[in-house]
């Protein structure tokens, strides 16, 4: 069931730029590290990672389709996780959703993995970039 509320989806066009929302994951895990994820899925294609930071460390991952493009971050006193997109491109469209996870690692972008799942997810918002 949807744990966090995702907000700042919209319509731009290509080289547009949207600032995503995520309140919530203090409501998860217990521990003080979380590793909270950006996830993305266009129509017919299977969810992907975009994004991921830990909650009390400064690590952050990223997919290479949005390097130097997308800046994940967090504010701890506003329970929030940003996802800034910048030079926005079609292939960027999708139903964006964050994720909570107790850890990160090297397969931070998989939703599959056998370990360290992503137990909470929100209910997604919308991108659409046109060209």
């Known amino acids: 069931q949807a744990q966090f509320v995702e907000s700042g989806g919209g319509s731009v066009q290509t080289g547009g730029s949207l600032r995503l929302s995520c309140v919530g994951y203090?409501?998860?895990?217990?521990?003080?590290?979380?590793?909270m994820a950006w996830f993305r899925q266009a129509p017919g294609k299977e969810r992907e990672g975009v994004a991921a930071?830990?909650?009390?460390?400064?690590?952050?991952y990223y997919a290479d389709s949005v390097k130097g493009r997308f800046t994940i971050s967090r504010d701890d006193a506003k329970n929030t996780v940003y996802l800034e997109m910048n030079s926005l491109r079609p292939e960027d469209t999708g139903l964006y959703y964050c994720?909570?996870?107790?850890?990160?690692?090297?397969?931070?972008?998989?939703?599959?993995?056998?370990?360290?799942?992503?137990?909470?997810w929100g209910q997604g918002t919308q991108v659409t970039v046109s060209s």
């Open positions: 203090r409501s998860t895990y217990s521990e003080d590290e979380v590793c």
């Open positions: 930071i830990y909650t009390d460390s400064r690590s952050a």
């Open positions: 994720a909570a996870a107790r850890f990160c690692g090297g397969d931070w972008y998989r939703v599959d993995r056998s370990f360290y799942r992503y137990n909470y």
